[in-house]
């Protein structure tokens, strides 16, 4: 079971992860991007993590609702809409949720997952996030039954592997895109930064 304190300290285990990997987020995004995707996700972060200073929220989905409206206005580039509307789309599901079990919190991600393909129109083997994302769902929900630990655990291990396997892709989504063939050999800053944020959550959630 997870309760607001539970998504505070994913929030704040998040912050610490991507301003530790910044530079190799940016890395990898230099590669084939806009070269800023470890510094804003920086940046939204530290701004997330300064919402425990605002005083306290009624639920989890009043703060995840606050974390994506945080990084919609704070991240730039395509990943402040992508990661805000994730957390956005999450909030819906736990608005009247005191303490989330699996099953719960897999609809929650299911709900977040959908609005970041809906945001972004992305298809699997796109070379996006959604490469992480959407291996990782499926595992979690397989391995729901067996309790929140384990799904997360599963999610983590699929999502890694989906990270791994964007290096070879060819990018069909963002500025990515217009490398073409020389887009490939380069894992996506997206996938990477996806596969943290399960880190986090199989560290805290569970």
């Known amino acids: 079971m997870a309760g607001?304190?539970?998504?505070?300290?994913?929030?704040?285990?998040?912050?610490?992860?991507?301003?530790?990997?910044?530079e190799y987020l940016t890395d990898l995004d230099?590669?084939?991007?806009?070269?800023?995707?470890?510094?804003?996700?920086?940046?939204?972060?530290g701004k997330v993590a300064a919402l425990a200073a605002e005083g306290e929220f009624g639920?989890?989905?009043?703060?995840?609702?606050?974390?994506?409206?945080?990084?919609?206005?704070?991240?730039?580039?395509?990943?402040?809409?992508?990661?805000?509307?994730?957390?956005?789309?999450?909030?819906?599901?736990?608005e009247d949720v005191e303490d989330a079990d699996a099953e719960q919190l897999g609809a929650a991600l299911r709900a977040g997952v959908e609005?970041?393909?809906s945001r972004g129109k992305a298809e699997l083997q796109d070379k996006t996030m959604y490469d992480a994302w959407a291996p990782a769902?499926?595992?979690?929900?397989a391995a729901c039954g067996d309790g929140m630990a384990a799904a997360l655990e599963a999610a983590v291990a699929a999502g890694a592997q989906g990270r791994d396997d964007t290096e070879d892709l060819v990018a069909r989504k963002g500025r990515a895109?217009?490398?073409?063939?020389?887009?490939?050999?380069?894992?996506?800053?997206?996938?990477?930064?996806?596969?943290?944020?399960?880190?986090?959550?199989?560290r805290t959630l569970a």
């Open 4 to 22: 607001l304190a539970a998504f505070q300290a994913w929030m704040d285990a998040f912050a610490e992860e991507v301003q530790a990997h910044a």
């Open 30 to 45: 230099r590669a084939i991007g806009d070269g800023d995707h470890g510094t804003n996700m920086a940046r939204g972060m």
């Open 59 to 94: 639920s989890t989905g009043a703060y995840l609702k606050k974390v994506g409206m945080t990084l919609v206005s704070s991240v730039g580039g395509a990943s402040g809409p992508l990661y805000g509307t994730f957390f956005l789309r999450m909030a819906g599901p736990l």
């Open 115 to 117: 609005g970041v393909v």
């Open 137 to 141: 769902l499926d595992a979690f929900e």
């Open 177 to 202: 895109s217009y490398l073409g063939e020389r887009s490939r050999g380069h894992i996506d800053p997206g996938a990477a930064s996806t596969v943290l944020l399960l880190t986090c959550a199989a």
